[in-house]
């Protein structure tokens, strides 16, 4: 004997229309108000952030990316969060992979690592990370800006 095959229609997914409040993302319209909605020392450890890529990328802007504090310089330069437990740090793949053996006191993955609120901030850290990913930023950035060669 088959088994029935249930008529019930199957749940939908999550629509990513959904607000963005509802998804658990910020709905901050500026970096200053989303640094605002967190506890003061989460405030501190975001502002550290803040000071120390920025000191890196004086030519980058700063916006509100997927939620979150953005650096741009010729396309997404690094992110970053707060969180309950946390801070997280999105240089990309690419910064995470250069700097693993440094980052392996951390939780990471592919394009992140957190950085726990129970020890300090490792701000040399991210300065050598926002270092790399500024330098490949512009290298990217000259590479485009070269005028193609013709074929013939």
Known sequence: MSAKRSLQPRPKPPSTKTPAAKRGMSTATSVDAYIA???????????QMR???ARLAPDATETIGYGIPT???????????????HVGFYPGGAGIAAFQEE?????????????????????????????YRVAQ????????????????
Do not use: W
């Not at 650096?71 to 437990?85: E, R």
């Not at 992140?112 to 850290?125: K, M, N, W, Y």
């Not at 930023?137 to 013939?152: D, L």
């Open 51 to 53: 000071q120390a890529i």
């Open 37 to 47: 909605g967190f506890p003061p020392e989460v405030q501190s450890r975001l502002k």
């Open 137 to 152: 930023n512009e290298a990217k950035a000259a590479e485009k800006a070269k005028p193609k060669a013709r074929r013939k």
């Open 103 to 131: 980052i392996a006191g951390y939780k990471s993955a592919k394009g992140s690592v957190q950085f726990p609120h129970d020890r300090p901030l490792p701000i040399a850290l991210v300065k050598k990370i926002v270092k």
């Open 71 to 85: 650096f741009k310089l010729h396309g997404n330069l690094v992110h970053y969060a707060g969180y309950a437990n």
